[in-house]
């Protein structure tokens, strides 16, 4: 019995993720969400200065973006079972194909680097959740 609610636990937390960023890369939030990135700058630069004096805004940005996609890489893993590999190309193509639709279609500007970064963030996933699923566990 624990094992199917625990199932239906993870496809709540999914299914609320996948929404989640579905409003998120299609809706009308670029100002918001350059808003953001530069408060997190001033917040880390000023108030509690921690970060390099190198970092600037857009790195806020690209970290944003790296964090954004680790589910992503660790759910591809950890549920589906895929290699870490084939779990970071297929999230990487997935973010390719998100900032082309919101450079053509939606009020949003598609960039490369976000991809990159993307990419980066499901990597980063799929390692870890690689050290924790045992490679040889058994789906159910």
């Given amino acids: 019995m624990t094992w199917a609610r625990d199932r239906r636990i993870a496809a709540a937390a999914g299914a609320a993720y996948v929404l989640g960023m579905v409003v998120l890369v299609a809706g009308p939030w670029g100002w918001w969400l350059n808003r953001l990135t530069v408060r997190l700058?001033?917040?880390?630069r000023y108030d509690v200065p921690i970060a390099?004096?190198?970092?600037?805004p857009e790195h806020y940005g690209y970290l944003l973006n790296v964090l954004l996609f680790v589910p992503v890489g660790a759910a591809l893993v950890a549920v589906m079972r895929w290699p870490?590999?084939?779990a970071t190309g297929v999230a990487t193509v997935a973010s390719a194909a998100i900032e082309v639709v919101?450079?053509?279609w939606l009020d949003r500007e598609?960039?490369?680097h976000d991809v990159v970064a993307n990419?980066?963030?499901a990597l980063l996933g799929a390692a870890l959740a690689r050290l924790v699923v045992s490679p040889r566990a058994p789906r159910r």
């Avoid at 390099?52 to 600037?56: K, N, Q, S, V």
Wanted: glycine share 14%; charged share 5%.
């Fill in 102 to 104: 919101q450079w053509l």
């Fill in 41 to 44: 700058y001033t917040l880390f």
């Fill in 84 to 86: 870490w590999w084939w």
């Fill in 110 to 112: 598609g960039s490369w």
């Fill in 52 to 56: 390099p004096d190198w970092a600037l």
């Fill in 119 to 121: 990419g980066l963030g």
